[in-house]
């Protein structure tokens, strides 16, 4: 009997996103060159009317990347130095990043043993006297709690500023995640659950009022139509219009993909209900968009046993992240300032986790043999 060539399943799967609409992406690069206008045009201003419409925003604005745009929510929420701002310790470097770039200091907070994201206890303890925002982060496209911080914010009157980089879509009943606090953060990045062939992002702010400093600031200072005004210092951080055009083709399909990805996830859910790990377990089907399908495993070891069945079936499996971003060598080495509390759901969860390939051109045949895999790998290890 020959066996079947096994082809390699990717983590990401930005490549076959691409290639599937790789038409209308070259028709949308000639239609860009012959427009004239190449950054800042009328593509970028219709996305963001678009995404403003789309996810019920008094005002959204274009930016170069998901980093820059949570430095602008930041720099228009006023939060420089001397402020802390409290952030999950599981999350990318970006999150913490943002708030060191405008002067504050980061303050690292455990997350919920559950959902995987800030836990409103643990950012009911770090509160100061300092603190001047909150960042909730919608990780692997889960909602965060945020009814619990929204309500913890006023209580305290603090910004909340979500990190909605791998959230596109994802929503708690009728609001979409990055509507619900004071601004809202996107990446646009390619690996993301869309996006161009270029770094791009998205701040989306609830103030209207907003909207003269956030494009100041994205673009040296300036403001549209006035090319040689700089009424503020500002960022270089503008969108291009063939990126704008390329994400508006992506969020034609946007609620098919997150379908797509869903059904996918109930395929796993399904599967591994009689398996040692633990699952995400959204409250409502809309409150995960399923960038990442993460489980927990039972312990170091069995994460290992379960990532060598992967490979060995030509799986790729992926740990977002490997390290907590206070573990990284940028504060633990740099002297990066920042502030760390009591971690141990987060210090405990970043050695278990494992995240499965999840995206919407998997094929029903590769599902199965991530199941495959993932069951076997569970039977490989001992689990006394
Ligand atoms: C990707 C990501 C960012 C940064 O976005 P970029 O577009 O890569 O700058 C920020 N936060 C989180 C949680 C992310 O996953």
Redesign the pocket.
Known sequence: MTRSIITPIPAEAAQRRLMNIEEEIIGALRDTIHSGQYLLGDQVEALEQHISERWSSPLAVATS???TA?QLALAAAKVGAGAEVIVPAL??P??SFAVNAVGATPVFADIDPVTLTLSPAAVEKAITDKTAAIMP?H?YGQVADMDSLLQIAKAHNLKVIE?C??AHGARLGDRFAGAMGDFGSF?F?VG?IAGGLE?A?FVLARQPESRFVLQQLRDIGRLPGDRYTHISWGLRGRMGEFTARVIQLEMDRLDEWLEQRRAIAARYTESFADLPLQLPRPAHPENHVYYKYTVLTKSPEHRQAIEQVMYEANIQPERIYPELVCSQPAYTRSGLPHRLTDLTVAEDTVHRLLCLPIYPELTPQEVDRVLGAVRAGCGAVKTA
């Open positions: 990347s998901g980093t949570l999350t990318f970006s999150t982060v990780l990190d980089a791998q990446s990045w993301k770094d992002g």
